[in-house]
């Protein structure tokens, strides 16, 4: 037996069984539980089995820590399982459990809606990755910076329109994961998404013409690069669907239930989910800017402060999606993606080596060493969050002193973040886009974290006893 299905067979046994399950998932480094019954999952034990770096239970979901190997696990876990990918288990199954529900309350429902957020966007990780990596091969090969080739180069053209593809056609891309979350039909939702950046609309939006839907007013949006809208008409078509499904004879509903569906989606989207979800999008971006503008600095530095602890918590992840938003609405972010996606994990890399210097046993060198490729190569810094930080209080203050200094250079120098890439070394390439000094003044605030926490280890940091 393999190490990725033996870990799979244990965490299955452990979080209740396949019949416990609602909804797998996973981001890429932790396997995503929704379970029907969380009081069925044994936390403590999971922790124990090999492989596993640790357990958190955030939003609702029972979060398996695996690190870079998670994808393999999560295969595993289809395999033993028969479940099709982030697709849920009959429902019918729930007689079969206990009745220890979570109780209906204010915390449930923000819980939820940074779940759905979470399974809406965490299979899309992988594209927002080749945006980050294709948009800086065109910006330093274009007028940007190295100035090798014009923007009207075919070479440059080759780069730059797939991240410019994956952004404009985002709604259509999370109509498929929203409908695969939600239950409803994954190609009625995409054909509605698609019709939201159909060419003919967005240009009369450019135009400033107007659009009706059965004679009721559309607003006139640009929805391209969106995520909220489609996320909230996944969610309704759903209700849409049951309905007609329940009153429609089984004789013409192959017809009647496409049809219908679309057909009462239609003024739905565009006169109503459409105009709330880019509202709140917009809204949630004037949030986010809006605590820069007024705390600037001071904002960037106590955020690169507490980052790395926000993230093992758990507690970063609502803050996380709320700046992605920002990120893909206006195409920048300063605030927290900067911090987020590049300095916290070069601070990280800081820090594992210079626990691999200072630590005395070989053993743990050796697991500083795995720490250190894992969040060098692979941009995964859970084992070093949960290994090192969370059971070293000196290990912790380096974070935090590290983060603030770095965090506060950020802001200082007002550094922004333009697309979404990898959590590695490579991350430098998410301030890609702007100028070129802002280019070099987030590398220097990515080297202030790593030499920072690479140094205060170096001053601070000593073995515990109860490590």
Known sequence: MNKEKRIAEQVLRLVGGKENISHVFHCMTRLRFNLKDNGLANLEKIKEVEGVYGVQVAEGEIQVIIGAGVNSVYNAVLDLTGLEETESIDENLDSMLTENKQKKNIKWFINGIFSIFSSCLSPLVPLFVVIGIFNMIAVLIGPQFLNLVGEESDIYRNFYWVGQTIL????????????????????????????????????????????????????????????????????????????????????????????????????????????????????LGNLIFGLYDIAGPLETMLFGAFCVILTGTGISRPIFFIAMTTLFAAGQERAVMPIAMVVNNFIVMGLDLGYIIKTKSAKKKQFGITCFISSILGGVSEPSIFGIIFNNKRAMLTTIISGAVSGLYLGIMNVTYYSFGPSNILGVVGFFGGTQMNFIHGCIAAGIGFIAALIVMLLIYRDEKSE
């Open 168 to 283: 404009y056609f985002l709604p259509v891309l999370v109509g498929y994961t929203a409908s695969r979350k939600f239950g409803s039909n994954t190609l009625i939702t995409m054909v509605i998404a698609c019709m939201l950046i159909y060419p003919n609309f967005v240009s009369l939006v450019g135009e400033g013409g107007s659009y009706t839907v059965y004679g009721i007013p559309a607003a006139a949006i640009e929805y391209s690069s969106s995520l909220i809208p489609i996320i909230l008409i996944a969610w309704i078509q759903k209700y849409i669907e049951k309905f007609l499904n329940k009153y429609i004879p089984d004789v013409i509903k192959v017809i009647l239930i496409p049809c219908g569906t679309i057909a009462i989606m239609l003024p739905l989207s565009f006169c109503i989910l459409g105009p709330i979800g880019n509202y709140l999008g917009v809204g």
